[in-house]
């Protein structure tokens, strides 16, 4: 479903450049839970924003599904972002003004969705993560569990073909934050990727998809050499 060829990623700061991918190769195939780990600064969250089409490679080639996304004109690649992924972040990036159901409609009423339209697609994705007797609730109002599911649903409101995650347990404590992950991990029987960044280890189980990544490259020997210090 996505493939990343030999794609770098090189920020100019200052007189230095600093290389955040280094010719970098990956296939995610559709209905897969994948893993990205490693260290900061690594070239994690780079290759989420660059699958994601929030950034551009320096060198490179990204499909989607056959569509290369490094060819894409800025227009085309927010456009290409609205209807085919969904994003989750560590930060729940929700309106405080807004209830949980308005946070959800948001992205579709910005995008031109006809309103009707935009309040039944919201109220079923709530449903489909547990928060239909919530919806009403401001982000004050709500856990930080109840948050981040809010956060799933807008990911999830537009149908999108791939969900990508970056730390999306980072602010929650442990028994929250796997109930999240276990969430996502039932997107895939939908037939969705879904690729999630993280620092932690304990996330992966048997059947997910591993990928490790140090200094801008994949490293498949990362896992066993940082359990190798404990």
Partial sequence: MISLLGVEKTYQRGANQVHALRGLDLEIASSEFTIIMGPS??????????????????????????????????????????????????????????????????????????????????????????????SSHRPSELSGGELQRVTVARALVNNPDAILADEPTGNLDMETGDQVISMLRHLKDEGRACIVVTHNPELAIPGDSLVYVRDGKRVDSLFREEKGRH
């Fill in 41 to 134: 600064g690594s070239g994690k969250s780079t290759l989420l924003h660059l699958v994601g089409c929030l950034d551009t490679p320096s060198a490179g080639q990204i499909l989607f599904e056959g569509t290369d996304l490094v060819q894409l004109s800025s227009t085309q690649r927010a456009e290409f972002r609205r209807r085919r992924i969904g994003f989750i972040f560590q930060r729940f990036n929700q309106i405080p003004n807004l209830s949980a159901q308005e946070n959800v409609e948001l992205p579709l009423l910005l995008s031109g969705a006809p309103r009707r339209q935009a309040h039944e697609q919201a109220r079923s994705a709530l449903r489909q993560v547990g928060l239909a007797e919530r």
